[in-house]
């Protein structure tokens, strides 16, 4: 099994800044990237930012300039530092993770339960 847990959800007034952090346990042989989605109210989830683990970075449009993903690879953690918060980043955020359990395993995806951030304006 693989487990991704996120902390750092919360309450914050727009202009505000949160960071999330997520830990990868249990049976990883390899991590091609870590990233963070999220889903809004009555909206399908979509991607917030990505990290390789050469350290390539992919945000979305909404989120470039305000938002920055980092990672520990050491420690199988993703972090998602966000500044200058609006309402409309209030979502769940997920922690994603592609990778393979096994060295014989498929490529997957796992996801972590998610943590509410909610924006006020």
């Known amino acids: 099994q693989v487990q991704l847990a996120e902390s750092g959800g919360g309450l914050v007034q727009a202009g505000g800044s949160l960071r999330l952090s997520c830990v990868g346990s249990?049976?990883?042989?390899?991590?091609?990237?870590m990233g963070w989605y999220r889903q809004g109210p009555a909206k399908q989830r979509e991607l917030v930012a990505t990290?390789?683990?050469?350290?390539?970075?992919n945000y979305a449009d909404a989120v470039k300039g305000r938002f920055t993903i980092s990672r520990d690879g050491a420690k199988n953690t993703v972090y998602l530092q966000m500044n200058s918060l609006k309402p409309e980043d209030t979502a769940v955020y997920y922690c994603?993770?592609?990778?393979?359990?096994?060295?014989?395993?498929?490529?997957?995806?796992?996801w972590g339960q998610g943590t509410q951030v909610t924006v006020s304006s």
């Open positions: 249990g049976s990883i042989f390899r991590i091609n990237a």
């Open positions: 990290i390789t683990t050469d350290g390539t970075t």
């Open positions: 994603n993770l592609d990778g393979r359990r096994y060295s014989y395993s498929n490529r997957a995806l796992y």
